[in-house]
């Protein structure tokens, strides 16, 4: 019976998944146990910090820079160009040129991700007073120290999401999808183990821990599924063709980051405790995005991009069109659950003794202004990989500039000319966001030759309802 157990635990891990629905489902029900973990963690980090909220400030302002990094290089190759193309050779059957093509375009991604992180680990504390001018000396010099630390972690991350992308290609969900808890487990242990001899810098080797694990619990079933690392880099022309794809992804995730950066900036100016609340704020509202778009656009771009192989743009429109209606028929629904139920929501996740009442209070405002735009959120994580299916970077890139346009410069004046507060930037981050999808996915439909009437009366039936 035991062996018979452990035979079809082996094939679940290693199972194709035939649909967007069961891969989705997968992926969904893993992101909520490593959303669990997450919040565990988080609440962990305030029981253990929020007495000094200067330090847990640094904390997650540490995180910028080597994220940056990651988010340009790895998250910009992996959804614009690599699963896309990567794909192609596996529909094909051309699985040893894949593992060369996969090979050479890791290597030469996260060798630059290497120099990079070179650069930080040399130039932290300049880089630091540039990000968060608003710390002082202290907080700048720690902010440097757990930097340093974070940027080796992003560097085991950049091998691991490739690790991810090739087994995503080969429609296996399950191992990739349950990999970010463990990395949340590593940053629970060094915070319970470590923090009361290390303090803050605790958490932060937890970090590194956990993007060991990351990358370790992924490794056997990419070598199964027929991937043989190479460390070269071959001039394969689907290098030189992601590296095209990649380009104009890398510029509007740029802008992203930059968007990011300047909020965190904004926040470092105003009281202790901002950049705390406005990340935990948005930690809980970007629960149900995760859940829902992000599992579903992740589930669907492997199905997305074999439709575009196949030049079967019917078959891609309806595929489209379904998981739309999949996202929005859940994503309303949550939007005006956390809406309603936000303070005991707040509470319940980070409700500790170290979290205060106002602090509760002013976090359940900004995620009253956040959940409107969870929809919008997940939308956007499904209409951009349609983009990147059909090989076009450009056009987000140029939405995502307007977005970030209006983001940075709205939030700059109801920061500092109005005097709205940290409300005052999450309304300016909600507004953009539903700007954005909005454009994007207008612009989708009119562009493909899609009907939008398919998607726009069921819309209007579930916002009614």
Not at 16 to 34: C, D, G, K
Not at 48 to 54: G, I, P, R, V
Not at 118 to 139: K, N, S
């Amino acid at each position: 019976m035991f062996k018979r157990l452990m035979q079809n635990s082996k094939n679940l891990i290693s199972k194709e998944n035939s649909s967007i629905l069961s891969a989705a489902a997968i992926i969904m029900f893993a992101t909520l146990v490593s959303a669990l973990l997450g919040f565990i963690r988080t609440r962990l980090l305030i029981s253990y910090f929020f007495a000094n909220k200067s330090v847990l400030d640094v904390f997650w302002a540490a995180f910028r820079i080597p994220d940056t990094i990651f988010q340009i290089l790895i998250v910009g190759a992996l959804s614009s160009a690599f699963i896309p193309v990567f794909s192609r050779y596996l529909e094909r059957e051309k699985r040893e040129e894949a593992s060369l093509v996969a090979s050479s375009m890791m290597n030469t991604v996260v060798g630059v991700m290497l120099v990079l992180t070179l650069i930080i680990l040399i130039w932290a504390e300049p880089l630091c007073r540039l990000v968060a001018g608003g710390f002082d000396a202290e907080q700048i010099a720690q902010m440097a120290r757990m930097t340093r630390i974070m940027a080796l972690a992003q560097v085991l991350f950049g091998f691991s999401s490739f690790i991810t992308g090739i087994i995503q290609s080969h429609k296996r969900f399950l191992i990739p999808a349950f990999a970010p808890s463990l990395y949340n487990v590593g940053i629970i242990i060094g915070t319970v183990f470590f923090s009361r001899s290390l303090g803050i810098m605790g958490p932060a080797l937890g970090v590194v821990l956990g993007a060991l694990i990351h990358l370790l619990a992924q490794i056997p079933l990419a070598i199964k599924l027929g991937f043989t690392y190479r460390p070269i880099i071959h001039k394969h022309p689907a290098i030189l063709e992601m590296t095209r794809l990649m380009i104009p992804r890398m510029i509007t995730l740029s802008l992203a980051q930059i968007e990011q950066t300047t909020l965190i900036a904004f926040s470092s100016w105003l009281s202790s405790g901002t950049v705390t609340i406005i990340t935990i704020a948005q930690q809980l509202t970007n629960l149900p995005i995760r859940l829902i778009g992000v599992t579903i656009g992740q589930a669907s771009l492997p199905f997305f991009a074999k439709e575009t192989a196949k030049n079967n743009l019917l078959g891609l429109a309806k595929m489209v069109n379904d998981s739309i209606l999949q996202m929005l028929y859940l994503a309303l629904p949550a939007s005006a659950i956390i809406l309603v139920l936000r303070i005991p929501l707040v509470r319940l996740a980070y409700g500790a003794g170290s979290f205060p009442w106002v602090e509760t209070v002013t976090t359940g405002k900004l995620v009253a202004m956040f959940a409107l735009a969870i929809a919008a959120g997940s939308l956007s994580h499904i209409i951009v990989r349609v983009f990147y299916a059909l090989h076009d970077t450009k056009t987000p890139f140029f939405i995502n500039l307007v977005s970030t346009t209006l983001n940075v410069g709205l939030s700059y004046y109801l920061l500092f000319v109005l005097k709205t507060g940290i409300v005052g930037m999450a309304f300016a981050i909600t507004l953009a966001d539903i700007l954005e999808t909005t454009i994007l996915t207008v612009v989708l439909y009119k562009v493909a030759q899609f009907s939008l009437s398919e998607i726009a009366r069921p819309f209007l039936k579930m916002l009614l309802a």
